[in-house]
C-alpha cells in the first residue's frame, strides 16, 4: 500500500524541539535525566491489584501529578506521562485514547518538570505471524496515541519497553509520520542479549537509527548492571543519543509486595559507568524510586559534558529481527538471486497459485547453502505485483532469518513490501533517473532502507567506468538529500556480457574499485550476466567473481547452489582475513579430498553441504525444523503410505518439535522460527487428522484443555485426537484455559474425566490450581494430566488422579474410569 502522507526529510531542523537545551541533548552535547517507576510508585500508593493505572489520570489526576513531583524533587528532568497501556485496545471503552493522554499530560505538566514525554507501551497482542494484530492495525492505534499525546502537548514521544522489531516499526512510523516531536524509543532484552523475539541491541539500535528516531536504547527487564553491555553494543553502532532506564534489579516476592534487589547507591555507581561509556540519558524503570532518581542526579552533576568523540565510519548493515548483514570493507555478504521469476516457470506457476511455500523453500535453500541475503522479485506481467511481493516478505520473513531485499521496478510494489518488513531492508533498486530517484528515494528514507543503485540513467547503460561512476555520484548526491548516507548504498556497476564487449568486463572491475575508494559505498553485482554466450557458464562466473572481489565487490548476486561460486566466497574470506584463523573454510574443506587439485574433478566442485540441520531436504524432520508447513501436507502423506499415523507422529513429529525446542533452548532458533516450525507440524497433523476419521461416539465425555497461561497444545490435540479415535466424546476446550472455565465446563457437560497438559514449568501451578478446583466442586471427576514438563511423582505431588505420559495412555486412562 502506498502511504498516503507526504514524504518530509526528517531532521531536528524540521522538529518541534522545546528548548535549547533539548536541543543540546538531541544532538548529544548534554545529558538528560528522566524519571523512574510509575507502576512501583502507584503500588505504593496502594493501587488494587488488577485496576487499570491509565484510568487514574481521570479519576485522581492529584495522585498523579504527587508522583510526578516526587521526581522532578529528585532531580528528573522529563516525567513520563501515566499512559503506558492507553490505547484503544488495552483501554476497551473505558475511556478515549484523548482523554486519557489529555488528562495525563496536564497531571504531569502540572508537576513543574521541565519536559514531559508521551509514553506509549506495547499494544499488548502479538502481531502477525506470531499473534493476529496486522502491521496497518497496530499503526493506527499508534497513530490514535500519536495524535492523542501530541495534543496534550507533550515535548517528546517515548516509545518503550518493545519487545518486537515489528511493533516498534509500527510505533515510530506512526510517530514520524503524525506529529513532528523527537522521538525516543527503547525496547527490552532478556538476560540472554535479545528480546523475547530474538532481536539483539545491535539490530535495534541499527534499525532504529535508520528509522531516523531521535534517541534509542534500552529499558525494563533487567538491572543496570546487567544491561551496560547491551547499552555497549548499542553504542557502537549508532552516533545517536543511547537512553537506559533500567529496573532496580531483579523482582523477588516478599510477602505480598514484590521487591527488588538493588540500592539506589548500586543503581546510581551502574549508571554512573554507563555515563562513562557515552550514554547520555538515564532514568529508571520498574522498581526505582525518587530515591533512585536523587543519587543519579548526583551522580550526573559531578560529571563534566558528554563526549562521545568522532563519530567513526558505519558500515553497511541489512538485517532482519535476529541477524544481520554487515559490509564493514572487510566482510562481503552473499545475495541469493534465485528469486526471481524469469526464465524459471516453477517459480512462475508458484506465484501465480499463490504457491508461497515453494518460494519459502527457494529461500530455506539458499540460507542453507550460505547467502547472507535473499533477493526476492516476484514480478510478473500478469500479476498483482505489490500484494504478492509484500505477501512473499512476510512469508520469508516468518520462516528465514535472513535479511531480504526487495527487488522490484514498481515503487509501489516495493513500498508495500518495505513498510511492513521487520529490520533494514535493502532495496533493489534506485537508477539515475530522475523519475526512479524521485519515485525510490523517498521511500527508502521514510522506512530506514538500504538501496541498490543501478548506474543507469536516461540514456542507458555507459560504455566506461567513468561514466558509470559518474552516475552512481548523482544518486549518492540526491540520496544524501533525503538523509541516505553512502554507507547506506550498494552501487551496482552493472555487468555486461563478456561475449559480445570483451572489454566490458574490464570497466566494470575498473567502475567498482572506483565507486569504493572514491565514493565511500559499497558495491553489488550480478555476476552471472558476464557469461551470457558463452560455454562452460560456470567458470567464466566465478573468475570474474575472484576478479570483482579483488576490485572492491562486497555483495556479490549470485546462485549459492553453484558448488564453484561458494568455493571463490570461501576461499576469497580466507584471503581477505574475513574469515579469522580460517576456521570456517577448515571446517567446510578440512575432510574433502581438494577438487581443483591436479587430477582432480574441479568441475564438480566440492560437494554442496546439504543443509543445516542433519536430515534430508526432504524429510519430514528438515521441513518442521525450517518451517515449511506448505510442504507438509504432501510430505506427511506421502510417509502415511508406508508408516502407521502414530509412528508418523511419535518418530518423525515429535522428535522435530523436540530438536526444535533444543536448538531454541541453544539459542540457535528463535522464537519465530519456533513458531514456524510449530505451524509446520500442526499442517502435518491436519492431514493425520483426516486420515484417522474419529470412531462412532458412545457419550463418554472428556473434557480437553491445555492449562492457563499456556499455549502449548499440540500434545492435547494429538490426545484429543486418539480419544476420539477410541470413541471420546472430546470437549476441547482450547489452551490458555482458565480453571473457572474448566470447572464450567465439567458441570455444563456433565463429564467424569478432566484432561489437563501443561508444558512448562510456570504453568504446573496453573494445573495444580485446576485439579484442586474440580475435586473440590466437582467431586468424583478424576482428572488426568500430561505434558513433557510432568513426571508420575509431581502429578501426584499436585492432587491428579492420573499421569499420562503420552496420547495412548491418556486413552487407556479414560477406558479403565469408563470401564473399558
Ligand atoms: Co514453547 N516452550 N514456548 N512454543 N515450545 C517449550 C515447551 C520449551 C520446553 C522449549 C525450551 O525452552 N526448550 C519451553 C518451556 C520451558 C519450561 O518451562 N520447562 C518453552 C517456552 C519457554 C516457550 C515460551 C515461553 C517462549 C517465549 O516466549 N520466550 C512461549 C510460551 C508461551 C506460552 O505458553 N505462554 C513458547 C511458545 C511456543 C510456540 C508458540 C512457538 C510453540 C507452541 C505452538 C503450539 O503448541 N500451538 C512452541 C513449541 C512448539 C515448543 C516445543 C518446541 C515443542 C512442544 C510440542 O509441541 N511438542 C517445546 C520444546 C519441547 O517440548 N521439546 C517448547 C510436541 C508435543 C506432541 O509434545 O506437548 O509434550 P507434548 O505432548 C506429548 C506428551 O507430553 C503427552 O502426549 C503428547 C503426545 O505424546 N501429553 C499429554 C501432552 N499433553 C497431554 C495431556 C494428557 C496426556 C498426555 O492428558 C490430558
Not at 532495496?427 to 530506514?448: F, H, K, Q
Not at 565487490?553 to 580460517?582: K, T
Given at each position: 500500500?502506498?502511504?498516503?502522507?507526504?514524504?518530509?526529510?526528517?531532521?531536528?531542523?524540521?522538529l518541534?524541539?522545546?528548548?535549547?537545551?533539548?536541543?543540546?541533548?538531541l544532538?548529544?552535547?548534554?545529558?538528560?535525566?528522566?524519571?523512574g517507576?510509575?507502576?512501583?510508585?502507584?503500588?505504593?500508593?496502594?493501587?488494587?491489584?488488577?485496576?487499570?493505572?491509565?484510568?487514574?489520570?481521570?479519576?485522581?489526576?492529584?495522585?498523579?501529578?504527587?508522583?510526578?513531583?516526587?521526581?522532578?524533587?529528585?532531580?528528573?528532568?522529563?516525567?513520563?506521562?501515566?499512559?503506558?497501556?492507553?490505547?484503544?485496545?488495552?483501554?476497551?471503552?473505558?475511556?478515549?485514547?484523548?482523554?486519557?493522554?489529555?488528562?495525563?499530560?496536564?497531571?504531569?505538566?502540572?508537576?513543574?518538570?521541565?519536559?514531559?514525554?508521551?509514553?506509549?507501551?506495547?499494544?499488548?497482542?502479538?502481531?502477525?505471524?506470531?499473534?493476529?494484530l496486522?502491521?496497518?492495525?497496530?499503526?493506527?492505534?499508534?497513530?490514535?496515541?500519536?495524535?492523542?499525546?501530541?495534543?496534550?502537548?507533550?515535548?517528546?514521544?517515548?516509545?518503550?519497553?518493545?519487545?518486537?522489531?515489528?511493533?516498534?516499526r509500527?510505533?515510530?512510523?506512526?510517530?514520524?509520520?503524525?506529529?513532528d516531536?523527537?522521538?525516543?524509543?527503547?525496547?527490552t532484552?532478556?538476560?540472554?542479549?535479545?528480546?523475547?523475539?530474538?532481536?539483539?541491541?545491535?539490530?535495534?539500535?541499527?534499525?532504529?537509527?535508520?528509522?531516523?528516531?531521535?534517541?534509542?536504547?534500552?529499558?525494563?527487564?533487567?538491572?543496570?548492571?546487567?544491561?551496560?553491555?547491551?547499552?555497549?553494543?548499542?553504542?557502537?553502532?549508532?552516533?545517536?543519543?543511547?537512553?537506559?532506564?533500567?529496573?532496580?534489579?531483579?523482582?523477588?516476592?516478599?510477602?505480598?509486595?514484590?521487591?527488588?534487589?538493588?540500592?539506589?547507591?548500586?543503581?546510581?555507581?551502574?549508571?554512573?559507568?554507563?555515563?562513562?561509556?557515552?550514554?547520555?540519558?538515564?532514568?529508571?524503570?520498574?522498581?526505582?524510586?525518587?530515591?533512585?532518581?536523587?543519587?543519579?542526579?548526583?551522580?550526573?552533576?559531578?560529571?563534566?559534558?558528554?563526549?562521545?568523540?568522532?563519530?567513526?565510519?558505519?558500515?553497511?548493515?541489512?538485517?532482519?529481527?535476529?541477524?544481520?548483514?554487515?559490509?564493514?570493507?572487510?566482510?562481503?555478504?552473499?545475495?541469493?538471486e534465485?528469486?526471481?521469476p524469469?526464465?524459471?516457470?516453477?517459480?512462475?506457476?508458484?506465484?501465480?497459485?499463490?504457491?508461497?511455500?515453494?518460494?519459502?523453500?527457494?529461500?530455506?535453500?539458499?540460507?542453507?547453502?550460505?547467502?547472507?541475503?535473499?533477493?526476492?522479485?516476484?514480478?510478473?506481467?500478469?500479476?498483482?505485483?505489490?500484494?504478492t511481493?509484500?505477501?512473499?516478505?512476510?512469508?520469508?520473513?516468518?520462516?528465514?532469518?535472513?535479511?531480504?531485499?526487495?527487488?522490484?521496478?514498481?515503487?509501489?510494489?516495493?513500498?508495500?513490501?518495505?513498510?511492513?518488513?521487520?529490520?533494514?531492508?535493502?532495496?533493489?533498486?534506485?537508477?539515475?533517473?530522475?523519475?526512479?530517484?524521485?519515485?525510490?528515494?523517498?521511500?527508502?528514507?521514510?522506512?530506514?532502507?538500504?538501496i541498490?543503485?543501478?548506474?543507469?540513467?536516461?540514456?542507458?547503460?555507459?560504455?566506461?567506468?567513468?561514466?558509470?561512476?559518474?552516475?552512481?555520484?548523482?544518486?549518492?548526491?540526491?540520496?544524501?538529500?533525503?538523509?541516505?548516507?553512502?554507507?547506506?548504498?550498494?552501487?551496482?556497476?552493472?555487468?555486461?556480457?563478456?561475449?559480445?564487449?570483451?572489454?566490458?568486463?574490464?570497466?566494470?572491475?575498473?567502475?567498482?574499485?572506483?565507486?569504493?575508494?572514491?565514493?565511500?559505498?559499497?558495491?553489488?553485482?550480478?555476476?552471472?550476466?558476464?557469461?551470457?554466450?558463452?560455454?562452460?557458464?560456470?567458470?567464466l562466473?566465478?573468475?570474474?567473481?575472484?576478479?570483482?572481489?579483488?576490485?572492491?565487490?562486497?555483495?556479490?548476486?549470485?546462485?549459492?547452489?553453484?558448488?564453484?561460486?561458494?568455493?571463490?566466497i570461501?576461499?576469497?574470506?580466507?584471503?581477505?582475513?574475513?574469515?579469522?584463523?580460517?576456521?570456517?573454510?577448515?571446517?567446510?574443506?578440512?575432510d574433502?579430498?581438494?577438487?581443483?587439485?591436479?587430477?582432480?574433478?574441479?568441475?564438480?566442485?566440492?560437494?554442496?553441504?546439504?543443509?543445516?540441520?542433519?536430515?534430508?531436504?526432504?524429510?519430514?524432520?528438515?521441513?518442521?525444523l525450517?518451517?515449511?508447513?506448505?510442504?507438509?501436507?504432501?510430505?506427511?502423506?506421502?510417509?502415511?503410505?508406508?508408516?502407521?499415523?502414530m509412528?508418523?507422529?511419535?518418530?518423525?513429529?515429535?522428535?522435530?518439535?523436540?530438536?526444535?525446542?533444543?536448538?531454541?533452548?541453544?539459542?540457535?532458533?528463535?522464537?519465530?522460527?519456533?513458531?514456524?516450525?510449530?505451524?509446520?507440524?500442526?499442517?502435518?497433523?491436519?492431514?493425520?487428522?483426516?486420515?484417522?476419521?474419529?470412531?462412532?461416539?458412545?457419550?463418554?465425555?472428556?473434557?480437553?484443555?491445555?492449562?492457563?497461561?499456556?499455549?502449548?497444545?499440540?500434545?492435547?490435540?494429538?490426545?484429543?485426537?486418539?480419544?476420539?479415535?477410541?470413541?471420546?466424546?472430546?470437549?476441547?476446550?482450547?489452551?490458555?484455559?482458565?480453571?473457572?472455565?474448566?470447572?464450567?465446563?465439567?458441570?455444563?457437560?456433565?463429564?467424569?474425566?478432566?484432561?489437563?497438559?501443561?508444558?512448562?514449568?510456570?504453568?504446573?501451578?496453573?494445573?495444580?490450581?485446576?485439579?484442586?478446583?474440580?475435586?473440590?466442586?466437582?467431586?468424583?471427576t478424576?482428572?488426568?494430566?500430561?505434558?513433557?514438563?510432568?513426571?508420575?511423582?509431581?502429578?501426584?505431588?499436585?492432587?491428579?488422579?492420573?499421569y499420562?505420559?503420552?496420547?495412548?495412555?491418556?486413552?487407556?486412562?479414560?477406558?479403565?474410569?469408563?470401564?473399558?
Amino acid at each position: 500500500m502506498t502511504n498516503p502522507i507526504p514524504f518530509k526529510p526528517r531532521a531536528l531542523d524540521t522538529l518541534r524541539i522545546a528548548d535549547d537545551d533539548l536541543r543540546a541533548a538531541l544532538e548529544g552535547r548534554r545529558r538528560l535525566i528522566f524519571d523512574g517507576g510509575m507502576g512501583t510508585m502507584l503500588q505504593a500508593a496502594g493501587l488494587a491489584a488488577g485496576a487499570r493505572p491509565e484510568l487514574i489520570n481521570l479519576s485522581d489526576p492529584g495522585a498523579i501529578t504527587r508522583i510526578h513531583e516526587a521526581y522532578v524533587q529528585a532531580g528528573s528532568e522529563v516525567v513520563t506521562t501515566n499512559t503506558f497501556g492507553a490505547n484503544a485496545l488495552k483501554l476497551d471503552g473505558a475511556a478515549t485514547v484523548e482523554e486519557v493522554f489529555a488528562a495525563a499530560a496536564a497531571a504531569a505538566r502540572a508537576s513543574g518538570a521541565h519536559y514531559v514525554a508521551g509514553d506509549i507501551g506495547p499494544l499488548g497482542t502479538l502481531l502477525r505471524p506470531l499473534g493476529t494484530l496486522d502491521f496497518e492495525e497496530a499503526y493506527e492505534l499508534f497513530a490514535e496515541q500519536v495524535r492523542a499525546a501530541a495534543a496534550s502537548g507533550v515535548d517528546i514521544i517515548l516509545i518503550e519497553t518493545m519487545t518486537d522489531l515489528s511493533e516498534i516499526r509500527a510505533a515510530v512510523l506512526a510517530a514520524k509520520e503524525c506529529c513532528d516531536l523527537p522521538i525516543f524509543a527503547t525496547m527490552t532484552f532478556e538476560a540472554d542479549g535479545r528480546t523475547f523475539l530474538g532481536t539483539p541491541p545491535e539490530i535495534a539500535a541499527r534499525t532504529l537509527d535508520a528509522l531516523g528516531v531521535e534517541a534509542l536504547g534500552i529499558n525494563c527487564s533487567l538491572g543496570p548492571a546487567q544491561i551496560r553491555p547491551f547499552a555497549q553494543r548499542m553504542l557502537a553502532v549508532t552516533d545517536k543519543p543511547v537512553i537506559v532506564q533500567a529496573n532496580a534489579g531483579l523482582p523477588h516476592a516478599e510477602g505480598d509486595h514484590t521487591v527488588y534487589d538493588i540500592t539506589p547507591e548500586a543503581y546510581a555507581a551502574a549508571v554512573s559507568s554507563m555515563l562513562d561509556d557515552g550514554v547520555t540519558i538515564v532514568g529508571g524503570c520498574c522498581g526505582t524510586t525518587p530515591a533512585y532518581i536523587r543519587q543519579i542526579a548526583d551522580v550526573l552533576r559531578a560529571k563534566s559534558r558528554p563526549s562521545r568523540g568522532e563519530h567513526p565510519d558505519r558500515p553497511f548493515a541489512a538485517t532482519s529481527a535476529q541477524k544481520e548483514a554487515v559490509l564493514d570493507g572487510r566482510s562481503i555478504a552473499v545475495i541469493g538471486e534465485r528469486i526471481n521469476p524469469t526464465g524459471k516457470k516453477r517459480l512462475q506457476q508458484a506465484l501465480r497459485e499463490g504457491d508461497f511455500a515453494y518460494l519459502v523453500g527457494q529461500g530455506i535453500q539458499q540460507q542453507e547453502q550460505g547467502a547472507d541475503i535473499l533477493d526476492v522479485n516476484v514480478g510478473l506481467p500478469d500479476i498483482d505485483e505489490p500484494a504478492t511481493l509484500a505477501r512473499a516478505v512476510e512469508e520469508l520473513q516468518a520462516a528465514t532469518v535472513l535479511p531480504l531485499q526487495i527487488d522490484s521496478s514498481d515503487p509501489a510494489a516495493i513500498e508495500a513490501a518495505v513498510r511492513r518488513y521487520t529490520g533494514i531492508a535493502v532495496i533493489n533498486s534506485v537508477n539515475g533517473t530522475r523519475e526512479s530517484m524521485d519515485a525510490v528515494l523517498p521511500i527508502a528514507a521514510r522506512y530506514g532502507a538500504n538501496i541498490v543503485a543501478l548506474t543507469l540513467d536516461e540514456q542507458g547503460i555507459p560504455e566506461t567506468a567513468q561514466q558509470r561512476v559518474r552516475i552512481a555520484e548523482r544518486i549518492v548526491t540526491e540520496a544524501a538529500r533525503y538523509g541516505i548516507a553512502p554507507h547506506r548504498i550498494l552501487v551496482d556497476c552493472l555487468v555486461m556480457t563478456a561475449s559480445t564487449n570483451q572489454r566490458q568486463a574490464l570497466e566494470i572491475l575498473h567502475a567498482v574499485s572506483l565507486c569504493r575508494t572514491r565514493l565511500g559505498v559499497h558495491c553489488a553485482l550480478g555476476v552471472s550476466n558476464v557469461s551470457f554466450g558463452l560455454p562452460a557458464r560456470g567458470l567464466l562466473n566465478a573468475t570474474f567473481l575472484a576478479a570483482a572481489l579483488g576490485a572492491g565487490l562486497d555483495a556479490p548476486i549470485v546462485n549459492p547452489a553453484s558448488a564453484r561460486i561458494m568455493d571463490v566466497i570461501r576461499s576469497y574470506r580466507v584471503l581477505n582475513a574475513e574469515d579469522e584463523g580460517s576456521t570456517a573454510y577448515i571446517e567446510r574443506y578440512a575432510d574433502a579430498p581438494d577438487p581443483y587439485a591436479a587430477g582432480g574433478t574441479a568441475h564438480v566442485g566440492a560437494p554442496a553441504k546439504a543443509q543445516a540441520s542433519s536430515h534430508a531436504a526432504d524429510s519430514i524432520e528438515h521441513l518442521i525444523l525450517t518451517g515449511r508447513k506448505g510442504d507438509m501436507p504432501a510430505a506427511t502423506r506421502a510417509a502415511l503410505e508406508t508408516l502407521e499415523p502414530m509412528d508418523v507422529i511419535g518418530n518423525h513429529f515429535i522428535p522435530a518439535l523436540n530438536e526444535a525446542g533444543e536448538l531454541f533452548d541453544a539459542g540457535k532458533l528463535f522464537l519465530p522460527q519456533l513458531m514456524a516450525a510449530a505451524e509446520a507440524a500442526r499442517a502435518g497433523f491436519d492431514v493425520i487428522r483426516e486420515r484417522v476419521p474419529a470412531a462412532a461416539a458412545t457419550g463418554r465425555g472428556v473434557c480437553l484443555a491445555t492449562v492457563k497461561g499456556d499455549i502449548h497444545d499440540i500434545g492435547k490435540n494429538i490426545v484429543r485426537m486418539l480419544l476420539e479415535n477410541y470413541g471420546f466424546t472430546v470437549y476441547d476446550l482450547g489452551r490458555d484455559v482458565a480453571p473457572e472455565t474448566i470447572l464450567a465446563a465439567v458441570r455444563e457437560r456433565d463429564v467424569r474425566v478432566v484432561g489437563l497438559s501443561a508444558l512448562m514449568t510456570t504453568t504446573v501451578p496453573a494445573m495444580a490450581e485446576t485439579i484442586e478446583l474440580v475435586h473440590r466442586e466437582a467431586p468424583g471427576t478424576k482428572v488426568v494430566v500430561g505434558g513433557a514438563v510432568l513426571t508420575p511423582d509431581y502429578a501426584a505431588q499436585i492432587g491428579a488422579d492420573y499421569y499420562a505420559k503420552d496420547a495412548a495412555a491418556a486413552a487407556r486412562i479414560c477406558q479403565e474410569v469408563f470401564g473399558g
